[in-house]
């Protein structure tokens, strides 16, 4: 932070009110162009994020390849988590470039990476193995220009909203990054039904649209911190991070005689190499001279305090939307007459509630939080969100569809109240030419959380699936007819087969048993097993289990982030009238036109 001798003024925060004062003279309406531009690349960001996640069976079958063969997987598991792994990998590196060269520049430039990487996915030329290498490939282009977007998009607000108001306006972006999310299993599912290139055509008159307006109508205001980029701590960043969340997402995939990868010898290299180098990566930072982060913004209460709060919540809200896919397309949906294949664009209706409640909270929490504080809001977000996780344990797997709705809206509505004081505390907290960095360690637990998610909450649910599954399906596929030796062999297979048929929209029983040819064997009730009630039945017992273990530990997250956010303190902008009649006291303020908009800034501040 840039200081004077005799104060803390943040001298990069008072030219950057000048600068936003000095656009708000010719451009009245900017803040709002600023917003609207923002929030619609956020939106597009994360729609992409998990509108691959329900059109994967109509993807698959487009490019002619069985994601549940065994030598597939791995395609499955990066067309998954490549977008995500990058993002999260590459946010800070662009927040850090962000603040070097301007916000405006990186974002934008965000804006023309997403664009032309999704005309590339729609023109997909090859077929299968091919075809999911380049698609993976273009998603992780994809994921370099969300990274771009996301590092500087908070940044870019903070720096173009006063502080009465940018707990609102963060607020609406963030409900943006989160329905996002949300809408992204909706709008999938009906593209996905109608053609699979659909859900890569459909960003790309928006993303053009974004592209040239943002050149157009964007503005740099921020405190730019100029330097040289840090290769060494970026690179071990990059190195230690994708390593460390890769090896989490393979540790779902079996190994040897265990259900899942832990035990895999690359998968325990990944962690504690990842782990390593990202310890390295702090030494590291603490030596240089222009490090790639500040880690002493840690120090800052409200700065890391919040972070861990936001990174609570991001893996807690992963898990929830991964556990209530395979709930509905696995359980609920086939029961209540649902063929599979159509389950995961009906899974994503039936979760509107969530999307609703989050819509609904996370403006008006933002805009209380800029009146009274964002400790009330953040903190009882996170515990109501809690207290919905443990709410789901209590309903029946074959619920009342009325309770289960008015669940999961609260949950949403918990989500809302936290998401915008907490991005507020983050932004806010930090000086104005920390901004774009902090905004892109922010955006990478966020992303980092969901991949982080992924394998915590799947690993979870495998093992609850272990110890009861093999029993009952043993006993359950032998009284259909099939002989001992395949109930035994299918029974003894790893849970996370059938969970990925399930949350791919296949029907598992078939794809279980279709290789060993019992179902056309004689005496073998075909109808029962492949029907829409033998395998929800089935496994109701045994996924109830897992889920006691998974809504527990994602409640005990939200509980701890409640305490953070909580400890965080009140309120955490600095006073933008003190600020600027500090600055004016101390000479930094020499344009009379500007002193004039000054003190109307300040009344409008102290309004």
């Given at each position: 932070m840039s200081s004077s001798d005799n104060?803390?003024?943040?001298v990069g925060d008072v030219a950057t009110i000048r600068r936003r004062i000095r656009v708000d003279r010719d451009h009245p309406h900017y803040k709002w162009i600023a917003l609207t531009n923002t929030t619609l690349g956020i939106l597009?960001?994360?729609?992409?994020?998990?509108?691959?996640?329900i059109s994967l069976p109509a993807i698959f079958r487009g490019i002619h390849l069985d994601p549940l063969s065994p030598g597939n997987v791995s395609y499955l598991l990066w067309m998954l988590m490549g977008f995500l792994l990058t993002s999260a990998v590459l946010v800070v590196m662009f927040g850090r470039l962000g603040d070097m060269f301007g916000r405006v520049k990186v974002y934008n430039q965000g804006f023309t990476v997403f664009t032309v990487s999704a005309i590339a996915l729609s023109f997909d030329p090859f077929d299968g193995g091919g075809g999911a290498l380049w698609l993976i490939g273009w998603r992780v282009v994809q994921g370099v220009g969300g990274a771009m977007l996301m590092a500087n998009s908070s940044a870019i607000l903070t720096d173009a909203f006063p502080t009465n108001q940018r707990g609102?306006?963060?607020?609406?972006?963030?409900?943006?990054?989160?329905?996002?999310?949300?809408?992204?299993?909706?709008?999938?599912?009906?593209?996905?039904?109608?053609?699979?290139r659909a859900v890569f055509w459909?960003?790309?008159?928006?993303?053009?649209?974004?592209?040239?307006?943002?050149?157009?109508?964007?503005?740099?205001?921020?405190?730019?911190?100029?330097?040289?980029l840090d290769f060494a701590g970026t690179a071990l960043f990059a190195v230690g991070l994708t390593a460390l969340l890769a090896a989490i997402t393979y540790g779902i995939q079996p190994y040897g005689d265990s259900s899942t990868g832990w035990m895999n010898p690359w998968v325990l290299a990944g962690v504690i190499g990842g782990v390593a180098m990202l310890v390295v990566f702090c030494i590291v930072e603490t030596k240089v001279a222009e490090p790639m982060f500040h880690l002493g913004l840690f120090r800052i209460r409200a700065f890391g305090l919040s972070n861990f709060a936001g990174l609570m919540a991001s893996v807690g809200r992963g898990g929830l939307q991964f556990m209530l896919i395979i709930w509905l397309q696995g359980i609920w949906l086939p029961l209540h007459g649902f063929s599979y294949e159509s389950t995961?664009?009906?899974?994503?209706?039936?979760?509107?509630?969530?999307?609703?409640?989050?819509?609904?909270?996370g403006p008006l929490s933002g805009w209380l939080s800029d009146r009274f504080g964002a400790r009330p809001f953040a903190t009882g977000g996170l515990i109501l969100v809690g207290v919905t996780f443990l709410l789901l344990l209590l309903i029946p797997v074959d619920?009342?569809?009325?309770?289960?709705?008015?669940?999961?809206?609260?949950n949403g509505v918990g989500s809302g109240l936290f998401s915008s004081p907490n991005t507020a505390a983050i932004m806010s907290s930090v000086p104005a030419d920390q901004r774009g960095v902090a905004s892109g360690m922010r955006g990478t637990l966020f992303n980092g959380g969901t991949a982080l998610s992924i394998g915590i909450f799947f690993s979870l649910m495998i093992v609850g699936l272990s110890n009861t599954l093999p029993g009952a399906m043993s006993s359950g596929l032998q009284s259909q007819g099939v002989s001992a030796g395949v109930a035994h062999s299918v029974a003894g297979l790893p849970p996370v087969g059938s969970l990925f048929a399930a949350f791919l929209g296949f029907n598992p029983m078939q794809e279980l048993l279709a290789p060993s040819g019992e179902l056309t064997r004689a005496g073998v009730n075909h109808d029962v097993l492949t029907g829409q009630s033998f395998f929800p039945h089935l496994i109701s017992g045994p996924f109830h289990s897992g889920l006691i273990v998974v809504f527990v530990a994602a409640a005990v997250m939200m509980f701890l982030g409640a305490a953070a956010s909580w400890l965080a303190g009140g309120r955490y902008v600095h006073d933008e009238q003190v600020e600027l009649a500090e600055a004016s006291r101390e000479g930094l303020l020499s344009d009379s036109g500007i002193e004039e908009e000054v003190g109307k800034e300040a009344v409008r501040v102290r309004v």
């Open positions: 104060t803390d003024l943040d597009l960001v994360t729609i992409n994020s998990s509108i691959v996640i609102m306006a963060l607020g609406i972006n963030q409900v943006a990054a989160v329905g996002g999310s949300f809408l992204g299993l909706i709008i999938g599912g009906v593209l996905a039904d109608w053609d699979w459909v960003s790309v008159p928006v993303g053009l649209l974004g592209t040239v307006w943002g050149y157009k109508s964007l503005h740099e205001l921020g405190e730019r911190n100029p330097g040289k995961p664009l009906w899974a994503g209706i039936y979760l509107l509630p969530l999307t609703v409640g989050f819509l609904a909270a619920f009342n569809y009325g309770l289960f709705a008015l669940i999961v809206f609260l």
